[in-house]
């Protein structure tokens, strides 16, 4: 195993080209903009295609294009970048097209700064532009993760012509640790039968998001929705820790996900059965294997860098069962493990109301640490 000192956003860069990536059109935004500039000079040495575009909009344009031909393309940005994306995602979803996108998430809403942050879970697990369709959403913890997710990214797009998303915080992107890259896959050469690269002898393919007829749009969206059940039945990935005896339940992914984990091993070290479940991928979401461990468990904890996103999904798979607790940093503010375990010995101290909102009991205690005015 031959490991080595590498930055989260160079070592998702580097697995791209390992894994094929033909062609990339991004623009620079921070805290990714050391993929893109890694990117820069190793696709031209390997006779790639880079293109720094003029903005947002024109990269995930040309991604379209470039997308159409049935060659590993991918494009990278940052929260108010991947905003300016949302209707190129939309027109490549609904053409069925295998794209990867990667978004280092930094603090908001707005410009906001270059910190680490998770607010884009609900732009990304819901599909942020218009119309009706879904894209697979995969959450990284580490960089070795952030390799691995790129990598199988490019495989999950061609089997299900649709946009992968590698979601991971400026902390990820920044971050140096050993890890291991993978080998060189070789350039695809065969050309898929929808894509629209010219064959002597075959009839012309066409591809488009224009439905101008009413019901040839809804059997398009008949047809997304059918592949995407598949992807909830095949693509769910998670990861679980102390599960076997847990009276306890803490749920974070990413960054959250692994101070959660270092809480949840102090909480242990105190007394506390407490487990983590950490998805992987947060589209699909990990609906019924909470929903299992809701029955097992007597509370649980969501630890989030937002305001309370993912908690949604979990409220939908706990369906009222059991009590929820929140807690979450917002604005670019990374939570502390000793917060965590705080948050954890509360809920194994007492009982909570499940009347009242999760959402509603963090933000009142945010409240009085940083004052009415805040």
């Known amino acids: ?25 991004g623009y620079p935004i921070t805290p990714q903009t050391e993929l893109l500039e890694y990117l820069s000079a190793r696709m031209p040495e390997l006779n790639r295609a880079f293109v720094q575009a003029e903005s947002e909009l024109g990269a995930i344009n040309m991604v379209y294009g470039a997308a159409c031909t049935g060659r590993r393309t991918m494009t990278s940005s940052s929260s108010p970048g ?17 794209v990867v996108i990667v978004d280092v998430v930094r603090g908001g809403p707005g410009l906001g700064n270059i910190a680490p942050s998770q607010s884009d879970y609900n732009q990304a697990t819901r599909g942020g532009g218009h119309g009706e369709y879904h894209q697979i959403v995969l959450a990284p913890a580490s960089v070795q993760e952030a390799i ?24 990820l992107g920044q971050m140096m640790e050993p890890a291991e890259l993978p080998p060189f896959q070789p350039i695809k050469t065969e050309i898929p039968d929808w894509a629209v690269r010219g064959i002597p002898g075959r009839g012309k393919h066409v591809l488009t998001s224009i439905n101008i007829d009413p019901p040839a ?6 047809r997304l929705m059918t592949r995407w059940q598949q992807v909830e039945a095949n693509e769910v990935r998670y990861k679980g820790y102390y599960l076997e005896d847990a ?29 983590l479940l950490r998805p992987i991928s947060l589209a699909p979401f990990p609906f019924k294997v909470l929903s299992d461990l809701a029955e ?20 939908l798979a706990v369906a009222n069962r059991k009590p929820i607790a929140f807690y979450g940093r917002m604005g670019g503010m990374v939570p502390f493990a000793d917060d965590v375990l705080q948050e954890i010995e509360a809920l194994a101290a007492g009982p909570l109301s499940q009347e009242e909102h999760p959402r509603d009991r963090w933000l009142a205690k945010m409240r009085v640490e940083f004052g009415t005015g805040a």
């Open 1 to 25: 195993m031959a490991l080595e000192l590498i930055k989260g956003n160079v070592a998702v860069a580097e697995a791209a080209v390992r894994a094929g990536l033909v062609s990339y059109f």
């Open 82 to 98: 991947v905003s300016l994306m949302q209707e190129g995602l939309s027109y490549i979803s609904c053409t069925e097209l295998p």
């Open 148 to 171: 691995d997710l790129t990598t199988l990214a490019f495989d999950l797009a061609e089997k299900y012509r649709s946009v992968v998303m590698v979601l991971m915080d400026g902390s």
């Open 217 to 222: 749009q809804e059997r398009t969206n008949i």
């Open 247 to 275: 009276e306890y339940l803490v749920v974070g992914y990413g960054t959250a996900g692994r101070i959660s984990l270092s809480a949840v091993r102090a909480a242990r070290e105190k007394g506390i059965k407490v487990g």
């Open 296 to 315: 097992q468990v007597k509370a649980l904890l969501v630890v989030e860098m937002n305001n309370g996103q993912m908690l949604e999904d979990v409220r």
